[in-house]
């Protein structure tokens, strides 16, 4: 799998990637990038970096990359990178939920991140599994300092790849910009 991969916005629209070059018996001819499991872009194996235009303004987004060789393999995803695109001049600042992560055992996925800086205490999250609300996270009493944890069973066949977001209430009431999704292989 490519190795070292970071991103960077690039303005309010596009962004950079960059990577550390995989290795291959043979060679490497492509580099495939995804974002929630859906490819939406391809550099030439030769290259170490890609340009990524068509993003919107504020907005938080992560991308995993692979290596293809010559026979159309492709290696496992590298590590997830994330980024926020800038906002459009006059927008408010970013307000997405960080660093969310999701794994899965037992048929039960468990997610962990950290809330906005709202000036306040976030209270209520938002989880959106494959698009669709799911679920409001509320805390019984104070919001736990630091990161946050959730758990829940999964009603859904093992194998199965759920697509993750979240978004957290903000002290006015309104909701909040999304999270950069996460994909889960429910085990």
């Not at 794994?103 to 209270?123: F, I, K, M, N, R």
């Amino acid at each position: 799998a490519p190795r070292a991969l970071r991103a960077a916005p690039d303005g309010t629209t596009a962004a950079t990637l960059a990577w550390t070059a995989s290795r291959d018996d043979t060679r490497v001819t492509a580099y495939d990038v995804y974002q929630a499991g859906v490819r939406v872009h391809t550099a030439p194996g030769t290259a170490t970096t890609a340009r990524l235009t068509g993003l919107r303004p504020g907005t938080a987004y992560s991308f995993t990359l692979r290596a293809r060789d010559a026979a159309e393999n492709s290696s496992p995803d590298s590590p997830p990178a994330d980024l926020t695109t800038a906002p459009a001049p006059g927008a408010p600042a970013n307000t997405s939920p960080l660093a969310l992560t999701a794994s899965s055992a037992h048929g039960e996925v468990t997610l962990t991140w950290t809330p906005p800086d709202t000036g306040a205490p976030v209270t209520h999250h938002e989880l959106h599994i494959d698009g669709r609300f799911a679920t409001t996270i509320v805390w019984g009493t104070a919001p736990p300092p630091g990161r946050a944890t959730y758990a829940f069973p999964a009603q859904v066949p093992p194998g199965t790849v759920l697509t993750l977001t979240l978004r957290a209430r903000l002290p006015d009431g309104t909701w909040g910009d999304f999270s950069a999704p996460r994909t889960v292989t429910v085990r």
